[in-house]
């Protein structure tokens, strides 16, 4: 017989083909904080959104990537860096007045950066638990600003989306002690959930994902000030409970996508009780505002939600994606993603494993970069960023008035929805028209970023501050860019 030898080869002893070695690591990761650090200014020098999108070139320069060998990683990383900036719009410039993407602060990037290299694993809490405490601790601290009760938990999700997805199945459990065996198949009726017209419509997705089917979210119309009705909410409950069908869940909206309405919360909480409802509020954007003394009585009634999404990658600004889930039912929770296994660790006692909380299973640590800039900059500098967000968004708002916009949102949150009365004389189609061509001359000069909406059937311009590095000045540079482009655009 051939002797086996137990010694291995030289190859083996040596370092493998991934494994870059400690110090040439430090250099990239040094590299790529100095671009970062130089790509938020020349962003804020340049145009927020690039003149024409040129998918033709992208694919080009890719192209040149074929991964055939290596390349130096400074180099690419420049190269990265700068088709970024050539080719995107700037969410981190500070006339970005655009959808809830903020500039994240240094200290969530900073945060970003430690978690993906430290790499701890949220599955278990037995491989993590200073992250997952981590975590566990920044969740209370939200739960407690929202009002929820000292049992509430929760867990980080990779946005708002997946945190509604978590209300939509912890309500179904909740509410059908049958579901979580038999499902949709054994239930009494057709469950529905209501949630406001003006809501956002990641519900269709998640009707569609968890087999109750798109038409089973029945969109409630919203009243003149963009609040779901609850006059309407009331008639077509009774139709479905009339017509045989299951009504399960009722969402109220904290600051909607469109105008940040914020829907009656005190009244949907009794209404949600005395039907028998899972109330969720979906606070994506303007939860945040409860870490402000002077904005959180906007969130009145939240504190009676059975479950509360906020999203900390919108005004928290926290680097993308981080999404927190609450729910006053921890053990709902438990019951709703429960499994076991013999593969993974043991339960702790200490604290549930996040894996049996939550949709995720290998989960990265979201709550770090969150956790980070609270403790460095503290709740109040929190507040206060949010209170002069919500000042410049009532200059922004008075600059548009004196140029004779018209408002047509209603909320004390900083986004300014606004037509133009002779655009509007002209009907619907017309004056979509109009307005469309006026948000393009804006974007197309670089000076500033807005977009358009439809509120209520009518179209108007949206203006949202969600970057922390906007200032006065960029308010006038952007009121005197949609003037210019009313001037230009003829009617
Ligand atoms: C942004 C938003 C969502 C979706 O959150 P993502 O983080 O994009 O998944 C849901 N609801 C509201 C009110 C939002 O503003």
């Known amino acids: 017989m051939e002797e086996i030898t137990a010694e291995p080869s030289s190859a083996l002893r040596a370092p493998g083909p991934l494994d870059l070695g400690t110090e040439a690591g430090a250099r990239l990761l040094a590299e790529a904080v100095e671009l970062i650090a130089r790509h938020a200014e020349a962003v804020a020098d340049g145009p927020v959104a690039p003149a024409e999108p040129d998918t033709d070139r992208i694919r080009d320069w890719l192209a040149g990537h074929d991964f055939a060998g290596p390349r130096p990683a400074g180099e690419l990383l420049t190269e990265v860096t700068e088709a970024l900036r050539r080719w995107g719009v700037h969410a981190t410039h500070p006339r970005y007045l655009g959808l809830f993407v903020p500039t994240p602060t240094w200290w969530g990037v900073a945060g970003e950066l430690v978690a993906a290299g430290v790499n701890p694993q949220l599955a278990a809490y037995g491989h993590a638990p200073a992250a997952v405490e981590i975590e566990r601790h920044v969740l209370r601290f939200l739960a407690a600003r929202l009002g929820l009760p000292p049992g509430a938990d929760g867990s980080f999700t990779t946005g708002g989306a997946e945190a509604n997805l978590t209300a939509v199945v912890l309500a179904l459990t909740r509410r059908f002690t049958t579901y979580p065996d038999t499902g949709l198949a054994g239930l009494p009726g057709r469950p529905v959930l209501y949630a406001s017209a003006e809501s956002?419509?990641?519900?269709?997705?998640?009707?569609?994902?968890?087999?109750?089917?798109?038409?089973?979210?029945?969109?409630?119309?919203?009243?003149?000030?963009?609040?779901?009705?609850?006059?309407?909410?009331?008639?077509?409950?009774?139709?479905?409970?009339?017509?045989?069908?299951?009504?399960?869940?009722?969402?109220?909206?904290?600051?909607?996508?469109?105008?940040?309405?914020?829907?009656?919360?005190?009244?949907?909480?009794?209404?949600?009780?005395?039907?028998?409802?899972?109330?969720?509020?979906?606070?994506?954007?303007?939860?945040?505002?409860?870490?402000?003394?002077?904005?959180?009585?906007?969130?009145?009634?939240?504190?009676?939600?059975?479950?509360?999404?906020?999203?900390?990658?919108?005004?928290?600004?926290?680097?993308?994606?981080?999404?927190?889930?609450?729910?006053?039912?921890?053990?709902?929770?438990?019951?709703?993603?429960?499994?076991?296994?013999?593969?993974?660790?043991?339960?702790?006692?200490?604290?549930?494993?996040?894996?049996?909380?939550?949709?995720?299973?290998?989960?990265?640590?979201?709550?770090?970069?969150?956790?980070?800039?609270?403790?460095?900059?503290?709740?109040?500098?929190?507040?206060?960023?949010?209170?002069?967000?919500?000042?410049?968004?009532?200059?922004?708002?008075?600059?548009?008035?004196?140029?004779?916009?018209?408002?047509?949102?209603?909320?004390?949150?900083?986004?300014?929805?606004?037509?133009?009365?002779?655009?509007?004389?002209?009907?619907?189609?017309?004056?979509?028209?109009?307005?469309?061509?006026?948000?393009?001359?804006?974007?197309?000069?670089?000076?500033?970023?807005?977009?358009?909406?439809?509120?209520?059937?009518?179209?108007?311009?949206?203006?949202?501050?969600?970057?922390?590095?906007?200032?006065?000045?960029?308010?006038?540079?952007?009121?005197?860019a949609l003037g210019e482009a009313r001037s230009a655009t003829p009617y």
């Open 200 to 480: 956002h419509l990641a519900w269709l997705k998640i009707a569609h994902m968890t087999g109750l089917g798109r038409s089973a979210v029945r969109l409630v119309p919203a009243d003149a000030a963009g609040r779901l009705d609850l006059a309407r909410l009331r008639e077509m409950r009774d139709e479905d409970v009339a017509a045989g069908r299951v009504p399960f869940l009722l969402v109220g909206t904290a600051g909607t996508t469109g105008g940040g309405a914020v829907d009656p919360l005190p009244e949907l909480a009794r209404l949600a009780g005395a039907w028998g409802l899972h109330f969720h509020v979906d606070g994506a954007w303007a939860g945040a505002v409860a870490l402000s003394d002077r904005l959180r009585p906007l969130l009145d009634g939240v504190e009676h939600a059975d479950s509360v999404t906020v999203d900390a990658h919108k005004w928290l600004s926290a680097p993308m994606g981080a999404g927190i889930f609450l729910t006053r039912h921890p053990d709902a929770l438990a019951d709703s993603f429960r499994v076991s296994t013999a593969y993974m660790p043991p339960d702790s006692d200490a604290a549930p494993d996040p894996y049996l909380t939550s949709v995720q299973w290998s989960r990265r640590f979201a709550g770090l970069k969150v956790f980070l800039a609270l403790a460095a900059a503290g709740r109040d500098a929190f507040a206060r960023q949010m209170e002069r967000d919500t000042d410049l968004g009532a200059l922004l708002a008075r600059r548009l008035a004196g140029d004779g916009w018209r408002r047509m949102n209603d909320t004390p949150l900083p986004v300014v929805c606004v037509a133009d009365p002779a655009a509007e004389a002209m009907g619907p189609g017309p004056s979509g028209q109009w307005h469309a061509a006026v948000v393009a001359h804006v974007v197309r000069g670089g000076q500033a970023w807005i977009s358009l909406v439809r509120l209520n059937g009518r179209s108007a311009i949206r203006l949202c501050i969600t970057s922390h590095r906007t200032r006065a000045h960029d308010i006038e540079t952007a009121v005197a």
